[in-house]
């Protein structure tokens, strides 16, 4: 059933909630956690470059929601789905995924008391040392972890196997 074409423009505003709108909450959920983490990726590392891929997704939600609203879609899924399935390499790189998730919550741990409890700490008490190092961890540090893990990965993806090329092709 089609719904409201007034509403639907609203919602396909924001991305995500078009989809959502259309009962495609996976698809919306998905386009909004993915523009989110573009945007704190790129608050968080003080590097605009994780900027770029977001009015792509603007774009890519509004119009999508127009495409459900004028077609039938088929099932409802999250829009990494079909990269999660194909490809060795993403599953390589999610094969210790709790080992993962585990480790970007330390690393914001960390982050967020340097950037909040050591930080204040040392202004207050004026030790300049532990200011130097708050500073470092909150400024330095994310741009330097994002930018490792980048190098890595893109190191994976050149050596992994890719295009569908197997030994002996």
Request: hydrophobic share 50%; net charge positive; aromatic share 16%.
């Amino acid at each position: 059933m089609k719904k409201n074409l007034f509403f639907t423009f609203c919602f396909s505003l924001i991305p995500g909630a078009g989809q959502m709108y259309q009962n495609y909450m996976k698809r919306g959920i998905s386009i909004m956690l993915t523009m989110t983490a573009f945007i704190a990726l790129s608050i968080m590392t003080r590097t605009e470059i994780f900027m770029f891929p977001v009015p792509i997704i603007v774009f890519y939600s509004f119009f999508d929601t127009f495409h459900i609203r004028n077609e039938e879609c088929g099932e409802d899924k999250y829009i990494w789905d079909s990269l999660l399935k194909g490809s060795e390499t993403i599953r390589w790189n999610f094969k210790n995924f709790h080992a993962l998730v585990g480790i970007g919550l330390v690393v914001l741990g960390i982050y967020i008391m340097a950037n909040g409890i050591i930080n204040r700490f040392a202004n207050y008490y004026n030790v300049r040392w532990l200011s130097d190092v708050s500073y470092f961890i909150s400024s330095i540090f994310p741009a330097l972890l994002i930018s490792l893990a980048s190098i890595i990965v893109g190191i994976k993806i050149i050596t992994s196997k890719i295009g569908g090329r197997r030994d002996g092709e």
